[in-house]
């Protein structure tokens, strides 16, 4: 027998080894094992079953082992992992890799636990003479004998201070057993989300439009056929009862189901609905929760559960669109228009997408959940490509939030001077906290503010290794670049004159924290950024006390911004809604109008009524102005006319290539050939925006170039640029990428 396996060796080629007789019975399509590839021992996954043509067998290596009993990438994994490889431009390898979580890959193992239980109980004879000659040993049968169930040796151990010698002495005598067991690593095995959540199996009565979504969902998963379902719901309608009712009738059927959130900080509450009623519905099921925050024991135990079947239904970040569930019939995207499901390294993928894609090899159903729907998956539900179901109304007939806009050139006019937090702000945060409801400011900026200006010469500090100013956080009195992680301790006087006339200029979370501290000092807030989330699991402690109402206001960035539902928030400050406006990229407005409708679904979930209140520059922009009326459908007719004017997505495709490296007009030489090149070949296929700086022209001391694709049709024009970009004589410090579908211009 020879199959031909993709080694994880570094390199994208298919190999062909011979199979021992003794592990015929074990390989197969998708099989991990390993196998010699030159002087070492590597990982690879079987692709093929086929031996090569005009080779002689004899000649060929031979696999040394299968590491599982089972698939480690399902044949609808290993269809998709090709498509990604064509579509993205990458290697096979790279994409097999990235299915295939690290601590499976480095093979760590499971966690096996010694347990201890007492044989008998001892006479009281038996019971003298050991406390007289062997305390210890008297000791550990008194701990045993009065427990209902074995108990870890390590605890046994520990808590009575003995020794393995003693333990082994007992065991030999006949009085205490040895046993073992697996211990499944579970990061949210207890968890206060979860017992929060615990309520009945049936949940609550849908509404008339949850209704008929539900109805049609289920329709479709009776056809086991593939579909996509954009669910369109504003925020607060009950999208998640959807889900529910669609994922309870796939795990019925005996199908799995992955559930897919944009953020870490969502998967929480998400997994304690999950699981509670889950648990609730059918006892047994288990939740799989997948993110990058997760041990490497947690991972390969969860990765475990799915590929054997043990669980059936996954939550996670972008990643866990690759569970290796043996029967899929069920994919969720929550938020399907968060940025956040795009990698922004190799594979350069989008995780909705990816998604779609997954579901059409599996004949599974989709369904794309948002209450500010993409422009891309909006088109093709408008092209009906995808079934578009509507939820318009709050559930329980609760109202949408009012929303403020507070035009911050007046408000600067009469404060006499820059101001965090508008007077009416202010106002409506001492109000909430009297009536002991609460607040949620929002501002997508970490630090105390976004720059150290010298206010006699002008000079901004710099990071050296990339073209921004360094942000000045006030905690720590330092200057960090937050793309390449530089820091130095915050001047007192100008690093170019000397002048003792710095000043903070621009806004960060720490500097909204330390205003609001001045206005309610008796206030309990809490700080959500990337700064503040360096300890595992600080997310789920920050949210678990906000939700049970030991924070009274909450400062974060985008990681709050959207999916938390709190019933006793009843503001919601918007701090500097400019800051997503003002940047280089088509989507700008998209990504505004989207953040400002999120972040206001966060009030007025609970029985109170909401209020928002944006703070703004230009309160007559457009994204501004739709989103203060909820306005899905008058925004992307808006948007979309731009759109098509100028032919940017979803019109057409969009395809960046990126050149890095230590010299810029080196860079831009061999973009302006590299362009002449593909001119010639694809002229016809492809018009050329470029090549030009980007827009952050340097980043950890490497100048970045960029070429826009504008295309009709990815395939042919991906195939033949990876085959020039193999042919084409690059020198060896020009780095060079191509991104396809981009989400992020800068």
């Known amino acids: 027998m020879v199959v031909g396996i993709h080694p994880l060796a570094g390199f994208d080629k298919l190999l062909h080894y011979r199979v021992p007789e003794n592990l015929e019975r074990e390989v197969g399509i998708g099989r991990l094992v390993r196998a010699p590839v030159n002087a070492a021992l590597h990982l690879g996954v079987i692709g093929t079953m086929d031996p090569p043509a005009d080779f002689p067998i004899e000649k060929l290596k031979a696999i040394t082992s299968v590491v599982y009993p089972f698939p480690a990438l399902a044949p609808d994994l290993l269809e998709l992992a090709r498509w990604m490889a064509t579509y993205y431009a990458v290697g096979l390898d790279a994409v097999i890799e990235t299915m295939i979580p690290g601590p499976v890959r480095k093979g760590v193992g499971i966690k096996i636990e010694k347990l201890l239980t007492a044989v008998r109980a001892l006479t009281p004879d038996e019971r003298a003479t050991l406390e ?15 427990q209902f169930r074995p108990q870890p040796k390590s605890l046994v151990l520990s808590r009575l201070e003995a020794t393995v010698p003693a333990v082994t002495a007992l065991i030999k005598r006949g009085l205490v057993r040895e046993d073992q067991r697996r211990v499944v690593r579970d990061a949210y095995v207890s968890d206060d989300w979860s017992a929060g959540e615990r309520v009945s199996s049936i949940g609550p009565t849908l509404n008339a439009e949850q209704l008929a979504a539900a109805a049609a969902i ?59 009623r889950l648990e609730a519905m059918a006892p047994g099921h288990r939740c799989v929760v997948w993110h990058s925050m997760l041990s490497e024991g947690e991972r390969l135990d969860g990765w475990l559960a799915l590929a054997t079947g043990e669980a059936r239904i996954v939550v996670g970040a972008r990643s866990a669109v690759f569970a290796p569930l043996p029967n899929l019939r069920l994919i969720v995207v929550d938020e399907e228009h968060e940025p956040a499901y795009k990698q922004d390294e190799n594979p350069r993928y989008h995780g909705r997408d990816v998604a779609v894609m997954r579901g059409k090899l599996a004949g599974a159903a989709v369904i794309l959940g948002s209450a500010t729907p993409s422009l891309e998956s909006h088109a093709n539900a408008l092209s009906r490509r995808y079934r578009r179901l509507e939820l318009r109304q709050r559930v329980d007939g609760r109202k949408l939030p009012d929303i403020q806009i507070v035009d911050m050139k007046i408000e600067l006019m009469r404060q006499r001077g820059f101001t965090a937090l508008s007077r009416r702000l202010v106002d409506g945060m001492q109000a909430r906290f009297e009536r002991r409801e609460q607040t949620i400011l929002f501002i997508n900026r970490r630090g105390y503010s976004s720059s150290m200006l010298c206010t006699k010469c002008g000079h901004v500090e710099e990071c050296p290794h990339c073209s921004v100013t360094m942000t000045y956080h006030r905690t720590d009195e330092t200057l960090r670049c937050h793309l390449c992680g530089t820091q130095r301790p915050a001047p007192s006087r100008c690093s170019a004159c000397g002048a003792p006339d710095v000043r903070w200029r621009g806004l960060g979370t720490q500097r909204v924290e330390e205003a609001v501290r001045r206005v309610l000092p008796r206030a309990r807030m809490e700080r959500m950024d990337t700064d503040t989330m360096s300890k595992k699991n600080r997310f789920r402690e920050i949210l678990a006390d906000f939700r049970v109402g030991k924070i009274d206001v909450l400062v974060g960035t985008q990681m709050i911004g959207k999916g938390l539902d709190f019933p006793n928030v009843t503001l919601v400050g918007l701090v500097d809604a400019d800051l997503s406006m003002h940047v280089p990229d088509f989507r700008a407005n998209e990504r505004t109008f989207q953040l400002l409708v999120q972040v206001a679904g966060r009030a007025g979930r609970g029985d109170q009524a909401g209020e928002v209140i944006v703070q703004t520059f230009t309160p007559q922009a457009g994204p501004i102005q739709f989103s203060r009326h909820a306005d899905y459908d008058g925004f992307a007719a808006t948007e979309l006319a731009v759109r098509q004017q100028f032919k940017y997505p979803p019109y057409r495709h969009l395809i960046q290539h990126q050149f890095r ?86």
């Open 132 to 146: 007289k000659r062997a305390p210890q040993q008297a000791k550990i049968m008194a701990l045993l004998s009065q």
């Open 661 to 746: 490296g230590p010299n810029s007009d080196k860079l831009k030489f061999y973009a302006e050939q590299w362009k002449k090149l593909v001119e010639a070949r694809l002229g016809h296929l492809i018009e050329f925006k470029g090549p030009a700086p980007a827009p952050i022209e340097k980043i950890k001391d490497l100048y970045r170039w960029q070429l826009w694709y504008f295309t009709d049709r990815i395939t042919p024009v991906i195939g033949e640029l990876t085959r020039l970009r193999a042919d084409f004589a690059w020198a060896d410090d020009v780095i060079q990428t191509l991104d396809v579908d981009p989400v992020s211009l800068i």
């Open 218 to 276: 289920k329709t479709g998963l009776a056809a086991a056929a593939f579909e996509v379902f954009l669910l369109h719901g504003v925020t607060g309608s009950g999208k998640t009862e959807v889900y529910l009712q669609a994922i309870e009738q796939a795990l019925n059927a005996g199908g799995g189901v992955i559930f897919l959130v944009p953020e870490v900080a969502l998967t929480p509450q998400t997994v304690g609905r999950l699981r509670s």
